[in-house]
């Protein structure tokens, strides 16, 4: 690249990584808020809710790099051809390609890393997310039993312990009350978390179980040592099943049909497996929106605010259309062409018209009246 086109290439640059890092952080703080709540329930410590937040950031990141480009495109573009930058160079004899080329590479190297970020980073961050969310669920210690304190984990289920230390609990006593009219208590010295092949269970010892029959009827059974399993009383966690977005590209393409789930569907996956394909395309159509936007038209000393707005509209537009066709791609597989038309198409329409030099008319400087007005020269 020539000097200037480098100069135009690091102005972008510096001003995508500010915006992306700005609007990244805004979404990670969004995400944030919304996770506070699981981590604050189930008792988690402050590390584990960073780490829920870190681990959200790259589908978060991935989604806003288009847009970023886009702000930071016309942003750097606007202050260059404000700054008569774009003039001069022309003046010097660069090409309309060679002042586009360098936030056009921008682009490429954008939709690059959002395509290793879509196929590589987001799926092993989302199997990370999914499992620290499902430890964080599954934490009965924290999220069930606090000492000195009645809890009700779910419908028909109370559970008190009166101390709780070095896992160990003591004074222990389970109400269950699943069965209308029978309702059995749980008393034990002491209690503590296991887990049986993976299934959460409270292990008691020393206690005693109390029953109610349906003729009122009480009995009373004691116990060294009695198993009390959690199984039924924990909401099944659709979290645990991964989910297209937590899939590698041959998984989405090439599923187990043996599971029953991934057989059931395929559709969705093979959809996910075009949209992580097709959405960094939205970078190469969103630099050339840009760059039709600022330096496609003549200069003005006057700004270029309509230029800028129909800019802005057009790309919004573009990237609501965009994100409207992965949720109705699993039922029209045929959608899923058009996730990589619309931006690819776009893209090279805007290159072609700006290349050519046939720009629509508002996108050109219209002549005073007073210069209309003038006679020609005899």
């Known amino acids: 690249m020539k000097k200037i086109q480098r100069y135009i290439f690091f102005n972008v640059l510096r001003a995508v990584v500010t915006i992306v890092g700005g609007l990244a952080l805004i979404a990670i703080l969004v995400q944030g808020i919304s996770q506070t709540d699981l981590i604050v329930e189930n008792r988690q410590s402050a590390l584990t809710y960073l780490r829920v937040v870190a681990l959200g950031a790259p589908q978060i990141i991935a989604v806003l790099a288009p847009i970023a480009l886009f702000v930071a495109s016309l942003n750097a573009l606007n202050r260059l051809q404000r700054d008569s930058e774009v003039v001069t160079a022309h003046s010097a004899g660069l090409t309309r390609w060679q002042i586009a080329s360098p936030v056009f590479r921008l682009a490429i190297l954008a ?181 039709i936007a600022v330096v496609g038209g003549n200069f003005s000393r006057r700004g270029y605010q309509k230029r800028i707005i129909i800019a802005s509209v057009s790309a919004t537009v573009l990237t609501i259309l965009t994100l409207a066709i992965p949720p109705n791609a699993a039922s029209t597989p045929e959608l899923s062409a058009l996730q990589y038309a619309l931006p690819l198409g776009t893209a090279f329409i805007i290159m072609f018209v700006y290349l050519t030099g046939g720009l629509p008319r508002l996108f050109r400087r219209k002549p005073s009246r007073s210069k209309l007005a003038q006679p020609e020269a005899a």
Request: aromatic share 8%.
């Open 111 to 291: 939709a690059i890393a959002h395509l290793l970020v879509n196929l590589f980073v987001q799926p092993m961050a989302q199997r990370e997310l999914r499992q620290t969310l499902a430890d964080a669920q599954a934490d009965l210690a924290a999220s069930f039993i606090r000492p000195g304190a009645f809890t009700y984990p779910a419908e028909g289920l109370t559970i008190y312990a009166r101390e709780s230390s070095g896992g160990l609990m003591r004074g222990m006593l389970i109400s269950d009350t699943r069965v209308a009219g029978s309702p059995v208590d749980y008393i034990a010295q002491i209690g503590s978390i296991i887990e049986i092949e993976g299934v959460p269970a409270i292990q008691m010892t020393n206690g005693q179980i109390q029953q109610l029959d349906a003729q009122g009827q009480l009995s009373i059974l004691d116990f060294d040592d009695y198993v009390f399993d959690m199984t039924g009383f924990l909401a099944e966690d659709s979290d645990l099943i991964l989910k297209p977005s937590d899939r590698f590209l041959y998984e989405l393409f090439f599923p187990d049909l043996g599971d029953w789930n991934q057989n059931q569907n395929q559709d969705k996956y093979r959809a996910e497996a075009h949209t992580r394909l097709a959405l960094p395309l939205l970078n190469l159509a969103m630099a050339a929106i840009a760059i």
